[in-house]
T-cell receptor, first 114, second 114 residues
C-alpha cells in the first residue's frame, strides 16, 4: 500500500515568487491536511480538505491556499513568498476528517525562500 | 494557552533505560482524541497511537506503553528498555470535536545514547 507522496522533496524559491506543492494521499483516504513545521513555531495546521471541500483552516494569511481534486490529490499554493515561509510542509491523509482516525504523513517538502 | 503541553523539550537517556514523555492537554470537549506521533531524523511523522476520551485503559505495545489519566489531563508515553532507534522527536496531539481542531504539542526530542 503506497504511503502519502509529496512532491517535490526540496524547493528553493526567491522572495516574491509563488510555489505549488503536491500531495497524493493513501488510496481511499478522502481527507488531506497540510501542516507547516518550523523550529520556532512547531507544527501548525494550515488547512484540511475532505471530498474536495475545505473543512477547516488554520491561522495563516490568504497567501496560503489549497485545493483538492476528485481523486483526493491535493495541492497547496503559497503566493508572494516571504523569507518566513521557509519551512517543512507536511501533508497528511486520513480516512476520517480532522485526523481522528490518525494521520498518515508524507515525508514533506522542504521549502527554502531566499 | 497551549492546548497540548509537552514540558520536556529534550531528553537524553542511555540505552536500555526506561523513559517517560509527558503530555498534558486542555479541552472542554467531552469527546476528544489523543495521539502520539514519532518524527525520526528522516522527517516523516509516524502515527503511534490514538485514544478516545472514553477509554482510559492503559495500553502496552511491545516496549511502548501509554498512561491516560483524565483526572490530570495527561497522556504520558513510556518507552521501556530504550534503544538507539527510538531517538526521534515525539509529538503528543489532541483532536477536538468542537471547532474541529487538531493540535500538536511542541514535541520532545529524545536522544538514546548507546
Amino acid at each position: 500500500k503506497a504511503g502519502v507522496t509529496q512532491t517535490p522533496r526540496y524547493l528553493i524559491k526567491t522572495r516574491g515568487q509563488q510555489v505549488t506543492l503536491s500531495c497524493s494521499p493513501i488510496s481511499g483516504h478522502r481527507s488531506v491536511s497540510w501542516y507547516q513545521q518550523t523550529p520556532g513555531q512547531g507544527l501548525q495546521f494550515l488547512f484540511e480538505y475532505f471530498s474536495e471541500t475545505q473543512r477547516n483552516k488554520g491561522n495563516f494569511p490568504g497567501r496560503f491556499s489549497g485545493r483538492q481534486f476528485s481523486n483526493s490529490r491535493s495541492e497547496m499554493n503559497v503566493s508572494t513568498l516571504e523569507l518566513g515561509d521557509s519551512a517543512l510542509y507536511l501533508c497528511a491523509s486520513s480516512l476520517e476528517v480532522f485526523g481522528v482516525g490518525g494521520y498518515t504523513f508524507g515525508s514533506g517538502t522542504r521549502l527554502t525562500v531566499v | 494557552a497551549q492546548k497540548v503541553t509537552q514540558a520536556q523539550t529534550e531528553i537524553s537517556v542511555v540505552e536500555k533505560e526506561d523513559v517517560t514523555l509527558d503530555c498534558v492537554y486542555e479541552t472542554r470537549d467531552t469527546t476528544y482524541y489523543l495521539f502520539w506521533y514519532k518524527q525520526p531524523p528522516s522527517g516523516e511523522l509516524v502515527f503511534l497511537i490514538r485514544r478516545n476520551s472514553f477509554d482510559e485503559q492503559n495500553e502496552i505495545s511491545g516496549r511502548y506503553s501509554w498512561n491516560f489519566q483524565k483526572s490530570t489531563s495527561s497522556f504520558n508515553f513510556t518507552i521501556t528498555a530504550s534503544q538507539v532507534v527510538d531517538s526521534a522527536v515525539y509529538f503528543c496531539a489532541l483532536s477536538e470535536n468542537t471547532g474541529n481542531q487538531f493540535y500538536f504539542g511542541t514535541g520532545t526530542s529524545l536522544t538514546v545514547i548507546p
